[in-house]
């Protein structure tokens, strides 16, 4: 669409929506088994690729070293700094039952963006969680991204669990 005439339009869908057959469901369902084994393949290359870029990131200890932080008001907690193409990132380590899944990277003006191919569904990134065991977990709070857990666990003083978007809210909190 062309908007710069400065006109503008609504678009709605009406009727019901269409049921899918329980042909086109088993249709579905074979093919997310036929590309299961890809997908777990695209995991574990990306949680290989995700080691390798952090153990060449650099541990950052004050919220100087990258503006993303200074803009947020936040602490590092953690986070590094990784240097690709004369452009810095800030690094937010995504952990999985496994260990470390895959790669959050913000760049300086708040892009974020992920590794491809990492595993993101269930897998977070604690904050202040030194002081949790599974006997005692106490009080843990759960946020989207990182700017705002890292703003809630110096807020509140309490740990905090990073989802890094909505869509995994659910599955985090019912994992954790």
């Known amino acids: 669409l062309d908007f710069t005439p400065g006109a503008s339009m609504t ?14 469901r088993a249709a579905i369902a074979a093919e997310r088994q036929r590309r299961e084994p890809e997908r777990q393949q695209a995991h574990r290359t990306a ?9 060449r990131s650099k541990l950052i200890h004050q919220s100087e070293e990258h503006p993303y932080l200074v803009t ?8 590094r700094l990784s240097e690709y193409q004369g452009r810095s990132s800030l ?3 995504i952990m999985g039952e496994s260990g470390l899944t895959s790669l959050q990277f913000i760049k300086a003006d708040g892009g974020k963006r992920f590794l491809p191919g990492g595993e993101i569904k269930g897998c977070f990134f604690g904050i202040g969680m ?8 106490g009080r843990i709070l759960i946020a989207e991204g990182f700017a705002t857990g890292a703003s809630l666990s110096e807020w509140f003083r309490q740990p905090v669990i990073v989802a890094f978007n909505a869509g995994n809210l659910e599955p985090v909190a019912r994992r954790i």
Not at 72 to 79: E, F, G, L
Not at 130 to 137: C, H
């Open 130 to 137: 030194s002081g949790v065991t599974a006997s005692e977990p």
């Open 47 to 55: 949680a290989d690729k995700a080691r390798f870029i952090w153990s």
């Open 91 to 93: 690094v937010i380590p």
């Open 72 to 79: 947020k008001r936040i602490q590092p907690h953690n986070a």
């Open 11 to 24: 678009w709605r869908a009406y009727g019901r929506r269409a049921r899918l057959s329980d042909a086109d």
